[in-house]
């Protein structure tokens, strides 16, 4: 499986992006799929997770309402809105295919990596 992430880039605060990760090789419309970030000298965080259905997702506290996280299961395509961009979402974000059927935060469950697109918000 190879995840492929893009869309991000540098914007202001309050902006908006929107993240996607492609996935080919092996299907993974089974599997749950979530985005991490990585702050520079700072570990790997839960961002956003979403079930195999779309059906059940879940978000770290300092996103939720303002980013959200949906897939297009026919495309193997997983997304990433974001509003009301903050500095301190400056960060490398990266997409993940969980083993299971849900993506929650426990990193140990992604079993495939994206190479991560970067995000810069400027105050």
């Known amino acids: 499986v190879q995840l492929q992430a893009s869309g991000g880039g540098l914007v202001r605060a309050g902006d908006s992006l929107r993240l996607s990760c492609a996935a080919s090789g092996r299907t993974v419309s089974n599997n749950g799929m979530g985005w991490f970030r990585q702050a520079p000298g700072k570990e790997r965080e839960f961002v956003a997770g979403?079930?195999?259905?779309?059906?059940?997702?879940t978000y770290r506290d300092s996103v939720k309402g303002r980013f959200t996280i949906s897939r297009d299961r026919a495309k193997n395509t997983v997304f990433l809105q974001m509003t009301s961009l903050k500095p301190e979402d400056t960060a490398v974000y990266y997409c993940?295919?969980?083993?299971?059927?849900?993506?929650?935060?426990?990193?140990?469950?992604?079993?495939?990596w994206g190479q991560g697109t970067q995000v810069t918000v400027s105050s």
């Open positions: 979403i079930s195999w259905s779309g059906a059940s997702t």
């Open positions: 993940a295919q969980s083993r299971k059927s849900y993506a929650g935060a426990d990193y140990s469950q992604y079993v495939y």
